[in-house]
């Protein structure tokens, strides 16, 4: 077997792991204290710019839980033109006191990336998230816990942590599940 193109591929993805920002300049005082208890449950995501995703896929949900001590599951799903996509992800909780939201998730827990919930508003009802994907790519997730929310609250969020110089939000999607 040719382990050539597998050895390539890991040593760009590393490289680009570096890129990542650093979870203490964007993480904000409200996970300070992040309980992956409290975060478990169903989450709508209202707003992406995750590059791995078409734009075509709309109405995305998480089912975060935990499933150990170290351990959590993530089943995403979404409609993608109309037909449901379900994305069975894992990963692992943070082991580190001073950044309780520093997580690592993806596929299988061989292929795990940064996966950082950076903010938590008003009792864990709403989250951002930020994750470091390969190829040098970034994505940001805006959570809700309820489908019924404003795209005018939702673009607010989006202008408020841009004006906070978090990180570029360009390119944002959004979802409104009324049309779900």
């Given at each position: 077997?040719?382990?050539?193109?597998?050895?390539?591929?890991?040593?760009?993805?590393?490289?680009?792991?570096?890129?990542?920002?650093?979870?203490d300049a964007?993480?904000?005082?409200?996970?300070?204290?992040?309980?992956?208890?409290?975060?478990?449950?169903?989450?709508?995501?209202?707003?992406?710019?995750?590059?791995?995703?078409?734009?075509f896929c709309?109405?995305?949900?998480?089912?975060?839980?935990?499933?150990?001590?170290?351990?959590?599951?993530?089943?995403?799903?979404?409609?993608?033109?109309?037909?449901?996509?379900?994305?069975?992800?894992?990963?692992?909780?943070?082991?580190?006191?001073?950044?309780?939201?520093?997580?690592?998730?993806?596929?299988?827990?061989?292929?795990?990336?940064?996966?950082?919930?950076?903010?938590?508003?008003?009792?864990?009802?709403?989250?951002?998230?930020?994750?470091?994907?390969?190829?040098?790519?970034?994505?940001?997730?805006?959570?809700?816990?309820?489908?019924?929310?404003?795209?005018?609250?939702?673009?607010?969020?989006?202008?408020?942590?841009?004006?906070?110089?978090?990180?570029?939000?360009?390119?944002?999607?959004?979802?409104?599940?009324?049309?779900?």
């Amino acid at each position: 077997m040719n382990l050539l193109p597998v050895l390539i591929f890991l040593g760009i993805a590393s490289t680009y792991a570096f890129q990542c920002p650093p979870y203490d300049a964007i993480r904000t005082p409200s996970v300070s204290t992040f309980d992956p208890y409290r975060y478990q449950g169903l989450w709508y995501q209202v707003a992406t710019n995750e590059p791995t995703m078409p734009s075509f896929c709309t109405c995305g949900t998480l089912n975060w839980t935990v499933t150990s001590p170290t351990t959590f599951s993530d089943g995403f799903s979404s409609k993608c033109g109309g037909l449901p996509l379900h994305l069975p992800l894992e990963g692992t909780l943070s082991s580190n006191a001073s950044a309780p939201g520093f997580l690592h998730e993806g596929p299988s827990m061989s292929l795990l990336v940064p996966n950082m919930v950076f903010y938590v508003q008003d009792a864990y009802q709403f989250a951002a998230v930020y994750s470091c994907v390969y190829w040098g790519k970034f994505s940001l997730q805006l959570l809700s816990r309820t489908p019924n929310i404003s795209m005018d609250y939702v673009r607010g969020w989006v202008m408020n942590l841009t004006a906070q110089g978090i990180m570029d939000t360009s390119g944002m999607r959004y979802d409104n599940f009324a049309e779900c």
